[in-house]
């Protein structure tokens, strides 16, 4: 395998800030798009099966925490925070690696534009805007958006990646016998 050059470092980490800014970009572009469009609309059904309908989470994935005290939102910020942090631990340990790590750049690049996405929502707001539904007849998916698709790909990038990891070779073990003890 070739040497990892700082170029080719420098490559990756510019292919990860540009998926990170690009998620979080599009993910605040439909945002602002759908507290002004669907304000006014209501919900919108794009084809059976499909709506843009605005909410508001305040709480974590799938509105989970959704109804606590405002000390949950101190808590989704730092998490939200710590996290990205471990992120960019991961993004700086994989970028000089010698082998192939383009899923992991791809999944850390959508896994940090998204939690930034979000993260911001919730400290201008105090509350994630969320507009994509998704219902088959009566059951409805919970209403997600771009930054929260996000998220989800990259895990599954990150999943991939690890699944897909050549096990680590045990280290190699010397039996001891009878016949060579005492050799020397």
């Keep these: 395998m070739p040497k990892i050059t700082t170029a080719i470092a420098n490559r990756r980490l510019l292919w990860w800030h540009m998926i990170a800014l690009m998620v979080f970009f599009i993910d605040q572009m439909t945002k602002t798009w759908a507290v002004h469009a669907l304000s006014v609309k209501g919900v919108v059904s794009v084809f059976p099966g499909f709506n843009f309908s605005l909410a508001f989470n305040q709480g974590a994935a799938f509105s989970m ?3 606590g005290a405002a000390w949950q939102r101190m808590v989704l910020i730092a998490f939200a925070v710590v996290m990205m942090g471990v992120l960019l631990w991961w993004l ?6 010698e082998q192939s790590v383009t899923r992991v750049i791809i999944g850390l690049g959508l896994l940090f534009g998204g939690a930034l996405g979000n993260l911001l929502d919730r400290i201008e707001t105090g509350r994630v805007v969320d507009f994509i539904q998704w219902y088959y007849k009566s059951w409805y998916w919970p209403t997600f958006n771009v930054a929260d698709m996000a998220i989800c790909v990259g895990i599954g990038l990150l999943a991939l990646d690890i699944a897909k990891a050549e096990p680590a070779q045990p280290a190699a073990t010397t ?5 060579n003890i005492g050799d020397s």
């Design 65 to 67: 925490l959704a109804d």
């Design 92 to 97: 700086h340990s994989v970028l000089t690696k």
């Design 175 to 179: 039996t001891v016998s009878s016949s």
